[in-house]
């Protein structure tokens, strides 16, 4: 006999998904997008630019490692939700302390297993990473109109600044490092640490330690801060952080602050949202993308070497390279679409790429691109 379908996913063009729900009760209403990562499902639902999105797992062991604090990208999960193919086992792996469907329950996020993942992932394709309610209910009672009624409503990301709802509150030092066999998060103290301070859009824990580990004193300071906030901690180098969100949406905001600091001589390193940030200050112009980029297999070309990297990414807009303005090359390129990867400023200590170097979930490939921020800075002291 066929189990009743105990979670519902709900597309606003009225298509619907049946299967078993898992973690959290309720139903949330959100972007659907998919990610093609095959490990780092912690860090995906922990890392705050997936706020106010529900991610399809192309891969469908998606829980057979648990959870541990250790993978926490943030404080608790940001995304809204998951969809897998096969629901959560029994992790198997001994750094696990929690079942990822009880680290879920407990933390208000909603799951749905036994969904054909694969029509999903070639549904979002086609058209678009549509809006969706995403619905658990152990009774299996689900209102199906009103579900695609409320995904049809929403307003979506576009014009949506989230930055300030995943941002700090109030400013703090970040000292730990990067994790190391038998040591854990060590926490390296360079004897003249240079002092950064990183503007949090949606940091990602992975990114500030990765900063620590080439050198740096992090200070991080909220999405909001000023100009004169910033340079009151006398920084060596700025840091724009990855985020959720429209970015233009949070420019309203940050490129004024980001344009001051331009008028000075730091270096300034910024990473996905921060990667746009810095384009609007600039001059540029960013679009929505169709589905995005979400996963940890996107080859990414150095324009300027031909090297090919394999990087980690997740964005769902890109910044319109043809609206660079002079002055400001664009250093790398998606091989899969042709869209802006990074850009840098020419003659100056100023550049930004859109993926995440810092390999959390994702290959290493990147990770030279703290220390040529550290280098940077270092060269800015002589």
Same mark, same amino acid.
């Given at each position: @006999?066929?189990?009743?379908?105990?979670?519902? #996913?709900?597309?606003?063009?009225?298509?619907?998904?049946?299967?078993?729900?898992?973690?959290?009760?309720?139903?949330?209403?959100?972007?659907?997008?998919?990610?093609?990562? @095959?490990?780092?499902?912690?860090?995906?639902?922990?890392?705050?630019?997936?706020?106010?999105?529900?991610?399809?797992?192309?891969?469908?062991?998606?829980?057979?490692?648990?959870?541990?604090?250790?993978?926490?990208?943030?404080?608790?999960?940001?995304?809204?939700?998951?969809?897998?193919?096969?629901?959560?086992?029994?992790?198997?792996?001994?750094?696990?302390?929690?079942?990822?469907?009880?680290?879920?329950?407990?933390?208000?996020?909603?799951?749905?297993?036994?969904?054909?993942?694969?029509? #999903?992932?070639?549904?979002?394709?086609?058209?678009?990473?549509?809006?969706?309610?995403?619905?658990?209910?152990?009774?299996?009672?689900?209102?199906?109109?009103?579900?695609?009624?409320?995904?049809?409503?929403?307003?979506?990301?576009?014009?949506?600044?989230?930055?300030?709802?995943?941002?700090?509150?109030?400013?703090?030092?970040?000292?730990?490092?990067?994790?190391?066999?038998?040591?854990?998060?060590?926490?390296?103290?360079? =004897?003249?640490?240079?002092?950064?301070?990183?503007?949090?859009?949606?940091?990602?824990?992975?990114? #500030?330690?990765?900063?620590?580990?080439?050198?740096?004193?992090?200070?991080?300071?909220?999405?909001?801060?000023? /100009?004169?906030?910033?340079?009151?901690?006398?920084?060596?180098?700025?840091?724009?952080?990855?985020?959720?969100?429209?970015?233009?949406?949070?420019?309203?905001?940050?490129?004024?602050?980001?344009?001051?600091?331009? =008028?000075?001589?730091?270096?300034?390193?910024?990473?996905? #949202?921060?990667?746009?940030?810095? /384009?609007?200050?600039?001059?540029?112009?960013?679009?929505? @993308?169709?589905?995005?980029?979400?996963?940890?297999?996107?080859?990414?070309?150095?324009? =300027?070497?031909?090297?090919?990297?394999?990087?980690?990414?997740?964005?769902?807009?890109?910044?319109?390279?043809?609206?660079?303005?002079?002055?400001?090359?664009?250093?790398?390129?998606?091989?899969?679409?042709?869209?802006?990867?990074?850009?840098?400023?020419?003659?100056?200590?100023?550049?930004?790429?859109?993926?995440?170097?810092?390999?959390?979930?994702?290959?290493?490939?990147?990770?030279?691109?703290?220390?040529?921020?550290?280098?940077? @800075?270092?060269?800015?002291?002589?």
């Amino acid at each position: @006999m066929a189990t009743k379908p105990t979670a519902c #996913l709900a597309l606003a063009d009225g298509t619907v998904f049946y299967g078993q729900g898992f973690g959290a009760t309720g139903q949330v209403v959100a972007e659907l997008v998919f990610n093609t990562a @095959m490990t780092g499902y912690q860090e995906i639902m922990t890392d705050p630019s997936y706020a106010s999105q529900v991610v399809t797992f192309t891969f469908p062991h998606i829980g057979n490692t648990g959870v541990t604090p250790q993978d926490d990208e943030a404080a608790d999960p940001v995304a809204a939700g998951i969809v897998v193919r096969w629901n959560p086992t029994e992790p198997s792996n001994w750094r696990a302390t929690n079942e990822l469907s009880a680290w879920m329950a407990a933390r208000g996020r909603i799951g749905i297993g036994g969904v054909d993942t694969r029509r #999903l992932t070639r549904a979002i394709r086609q058209q678009g990473a549509p809006h969706v309610v995403l619905a658990h209910d152990p009774d299996g009672n689900f209102d199906i109109a009103a579900m695609v009624a409320k995904a049809r409503d929403w307003q979506g990301l576009v014009g949506l600044d989230l930055a300030k709802e995943v941002s700090c509150i109030q400013s703090y030092r970040w000292t730990e490092g990067t994790w190391e066999w038998g040591k854990g998060f060590d926490t390296p103290a360079p =004897e003249h640490p240079f002092k950064v301070v990183a503007l949090d859009y949606g940091a990602k824990r992975n990114i #500030l330690r990765s900063l620590v580990a080439s050198g740096a004193d992090v200070t991080v300071l909220p999405a909001t801060a000023t /100009a004169d906030e910033v340079l009151a901690h006398n920084p060596e180098g700025v840091f724009l952080s990855n985020g959720p969100g429209d970015p233009a949406a949070t420019g309203a905001y940050a490129v004024p602050m980001i344009q001051t600091l331009l =008028e000075r001589d730091l270096p300034i390193f910024g990473i996905c #949202l921060g990667h746009q940030m810095l /384009a609007l200050a600039l001059g540029a112009r960013t679009v929505k @993308m169709g589905h995005g980029h979400h996963g940890a297999n996107h080859p990414v070309r150095d324009v =300027e070497t031909g090297k090919v990297e394999i990087t980690s990414m997740n964005h769902g807009f890109a910044v319109d390279s043809q609206t660079l303005p002079d002055g400001v090359l664009e250093t790398h390129v998606s091989l899969f679409d042709g869209s802006n990867c990074g850009l840098r400023v020419q003659g100056r200590p100023v550049f930004s790429v859109q993926y995440h170097p810092e390999a959390a979930p994702g290959p290493q490939d990147s990770l030279y691109l703290f220390r040529r921020f550290a280098d940077a @800075m270092q060269e800015r002291r002589k």
